[in-house]
C-alpha cells in the first residue's frame, strides 16, 4: 500500500492547487507594487518639474529692463547665481546686437560654447520645454521672446532625473522585497491550508488500496478528528468521508453476513443431502441381486434410480466443494509434483476412454507447485472428462505441462467440435453447459460445475484457469505457481 508522503511546504508541481494559489498571489503582490511604485514616480516627476518651473519663473520675473549702450540689458539681482543655471540673452537694439550667454557650472560662470548659442539662439516660441543642449545635456528652459530679442534661462533636468532614478531603484528594490516576502508567505499559508486535504487524500488513497471485493472487510482507515471539524471547509469534506466510510463498512459487513449465510445454506444443505442419498444408493445396490426376478419395466427403472442417484451425488459433492471453497481457504497446500498428477490423470483418462487418442508431454525433470493434490487431481480429471464427453470418439486429446516463469502451466487441449458459441463466455461460470443429451450419448453426467470447480480450485491455489476454443481446436490453460521447495 502506498501513501502519499505528506510535504511540509507544497511541491510547487505543475497543475498543483498549490502552485496556482502561490503563483496567483504572488503575481498579485508583484502588480500591485509594480502599479504603486510607477504611480509615485509619476507623481515624483510632475511635483519636480513643478518646482523646477517655479524656480525658472521666479528667475524669469527678476530680468530687468534697464539697458546699458556699453554692456547691453543689465541682469536681474540674484539671477544665475544658482548652480548649473544657464541665462542666454540676445537683444538688437539700435542695430546693434548684444549677446549675454553663459553657464553657471562647477568652477563659476563660463561662456557658452558656440554650438549652444546658436541652438538658443534658434528659439523662437515662448514658454517651459526640454531641450538637450550641446555637451551640457537636457535643460529645462523657460523662453521669453520680444521684437527685440530673446531671453532664455533654463536648469537642468538632472535636478528631476538623479532624485527619480534614486526613487525607481528604492522601488524596485521594494518591489522585489514583497514579491520575495509575499511569495514565501503564500507558500506558508498555502501549505498550512492544504496539508489537511493532503492528508484527507492519503486517507482516500489507502482506502482505495484495500482489496474490498470479497470476504470478511473492515475498512480500518479514518480521517483524524483534527482534521474532520466541521467548522472549516476541509474538515467537512473529512467528516462526510468519515461518514462515507462508516456506510460503507456497514454495508460490506451486511453483504458479508448475508453471504455468510447463503454459503452455509448450500454447505449445510448439500451435506444434509449425502446420507439419503447414501441410502438410496444402498438400497438400489440392494435390488440389483434380485433383478432377474423382476420385469423389465422395474429393472429399468431401478437402474435409473441407481444412475440418477450416481449423478445426484457427484452434483452434491461438487456444490458442498463449490461452498467450502467460497468460504474461505479450504486446501492443504504441499509442494506437489505435477508430473505424476499428470501421469494418474491421463492414464485414469485413457482407461475411461479407449475409443479417444491420448498424448501426454511432460518435462524431463519433475516440476513441483504449491498444491493440494486432490484438489488439483480434480481440475485435471475434469478437464480430461469434459474433453472425452463434450467430443465424439476418435478425438485425439493431449495433456501437455511446461514451466514458465514462476508457473507451472498445464494445458489440455482435443481437436474435437470446440464449446458451442452461446456458452464460451460463461463457460466457467456455474451451472453453465450446453446440450445435455449429446453428453448422456457419450456415457457422461453433465452439471455444469465442473469448470466452475476448476476455476475456484485454480483460484484459490492463487492461480489462474483460461480457454481458447474454436472448431477443431479447444485449449484450457491452468496456471498455478510454482513451489520453491519439494517435499
Ligand atoms: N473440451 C470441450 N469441448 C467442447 N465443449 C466443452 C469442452 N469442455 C467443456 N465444454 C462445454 O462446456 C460446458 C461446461 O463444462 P462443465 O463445466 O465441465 O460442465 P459439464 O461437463 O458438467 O457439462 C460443457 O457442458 C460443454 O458444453
Ligand atoms: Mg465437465
Given at each position: 500500500m502506498t501513501h502519499p508522503t505528506q510535504p511540509s511546504t507544497p511541491a510547487l508541481n505543475r497543475g498543483t492547487l498549490s502552485r496556482q494559489l502561490v503563483l496567483r498571489v504572488t503575481g498579485l503582490v508583484a502588480l500591485v507594487a509594480i502599479l504603486l511604485s510607477a504611480l509615485t514616480t509619476f507623481a515624483t516627476s510632475q511635483i519636480l518639474t513643478q518646482q523646477l518651473d517655479n524656480q525658472l519663473v521666479t528667475q524669469a520675473g527678476r530680468f530687468r529692463s534697464d539697458f546699458d549702450d556699453d554692456r547691453g540689458p543689465s541682469l536681474g539681482d540674484g539671477v544665475g547665481q544658482q548652480s548649473g543655471v544657464i541665462v542666454f540673452q540676445s537683444v538688437v537694439r539700435s542695430g546693434t546686437r548684444y549677446v549675454r550667454a553663459f553657464y553657471n557650472g562647477p568652477d563659476g560662470q563660463q561662456l557658452l560654447s558656440a554650438a549652444v548659442r546658436e541652438q538658443l539662439a534658434a528659439l523662437d516660441t515662448d514658454g517651459a520645454r526640454v531641450v538637450r543642449l550641446?555637451?551640457?545635456?537636457a535643460y529645462r528652459l523657460l523662453i521669453k521672446t520680444s521684437s527685440s530679442g530673446v531671453n532664455v534661462i533654463g536648469l537642468p533636468m538632472a535636478r528631476i532625473t538623479e532624485p527619480i532614478a534614486g526613487q525607481l531603484a528604492a522601488a524596485g528594490v521594494l518591489t522585489l522585497g514583497a514579491i520575495a516576502i509575499s511569495f514565501l508567505a503564500a507558500r506558508e499559508v498555502v501549505a498550512r491550508s492544504l496539508a489537511p486535504l493532503n492528508r484527507l487524500a492519503a486517507t482516500a488513497t489507502s482506502v482505495s488500496n484495500l482489496?474490498?471485493?470479497?470476504?470478511e472487510v473492515a475498512v480500518p482507515v479514518r480521517v483524524s478528528t483534527s482534521d474532520a471539524d466541521p467548522v472549516n471547509e476541509v474538515g467537512r469534506v473529512g467528516l462526510a468521508f468519515n461518514h462515507m466510510l462508516d456506510n460503507v463498512e456497514g454495508a460490506l459487513a451486511a453483504r458479508h453476513e448475508s453471504e455468510t449465510k447463503v454459503r452455509q445454506f448450500v454447505a449445510d444443505a448439500s451435506h444434509e443431502l449425502r446420507n439419503p442419498l447414501a441410502s438410496i444408493r444402498g438400497y438400489a445396490e440392494l435390488t440389483r441381486r434380485e433383478r432377474d426376478s423382476m420385469t423389465p419395466n422395474v429393472a429399468h427403472a431401478l437402474s435409473r434410480i441407481e444412475s440418477e442417484s450416481d449423478r445426484m451425488s457427484t452434483l452434491v459433492e461438487d456444490l458442498l466443494l463449490l461452498a467450502r471453497l467460497d468460504s474461505g481457504p479450504s486446501l492443504d497446500l504441499q509442494p506437489t509434483d505435477v508430473t505424476v498428477l499428470m501421469l494418474n490423470a491421463v492414464s485414469d483418462a485413457r482407461a475411461a476412454g479407449p475409443d479417444h487418442e491420448w498424448a501426454l508431454s511432460l518435462p524431463e525433470e519433475p516440476v513441483f507447485a504449491r498444491a493440494d493434490r486432490y484438489r488439483l487431481h480434480q481440475v485435471l480429471a475434469n478437464l480430461l472428462a469434459n474433453a472425452r464427453t463434450h467430443t465424439p470418439p476418435g478425438t485425439r486429446v493431449e495433456a501437455a505441462l511446461r514451466v514458465e516463469g514462476t508457473d507451472a502451466v498445464i494445458t489440455v487441449s482435443d481437436n474435437g467440435p470446440g464449446i458451442p458459441e452461446e456458452i464460451r463466455p460463461r463457460v466457467f461460470e456455474r451451472f453453465t453447459r450446453a446440450d445435455v443429451s449429446r453428453v448422456r450419448r457419450q456415457g457422461g453426467s453433465s452439471t455444469g460445475l465442473g469448470l466452475a470447480i476448476v476455476a475456484a480450485v485454480v483460484g484459490a491455489h492463487g492461480g489462474r484457469a483460461e480457454v481458447a476454443s474454436r472448431p477443431g481446436h479447444t485449449v484450457f490453460t491452468v496456471r498455478v505457481p510454482r513451489a520453491a521447495a519439494q517435499g
Open positions: 550641446e555637451g551640457l545635456g482489496e474490498l471485493e470479497r470476504g
